[in-house]
């Protein structure tokens, strides 16, 4: 019976208990923010019905087209 019992613990628990030790902590990325101005140079006003677009994109890859990150739409 204790051949068993030593053997339920070398093949089945201590490598159970090995695995869940060697699998990395899950961690949440931070939340990071992106503040900037935008400007308009023309010296004209913008009509009332305006929309400001702005992307944040990834164009790290030089030969692949730019993959979208965040989209913002304002309207007044």
Partial sequence: MLDR???FF???LVPLVVGILA?????KAA?????GEVTYR???ALPPDAVLVVEL???SLA???AIVIAKRRIAP
């Avoid at 699998?23 to 961690?27: A, D, G, I, R, S």
């Avoid at 939340?31 to 503040?35: D, F, S, V």
């Fill in 31 to 35: 939340e990071k923010t992106i503040a």
């Fill in 42 to 44: 023309e010296r004209i």
């Fill in 5 to 7: 019992v030593a053997e």
């Fill in 57 to 59: 994109a990834d164009v």
């Fill in 10 to 12: 070398i093949f089945g």
């Fill in 63 to 65: 030969d692949a087209p």
């Fill in 23 to 27: 699998v990395p902590q899950v961690t």
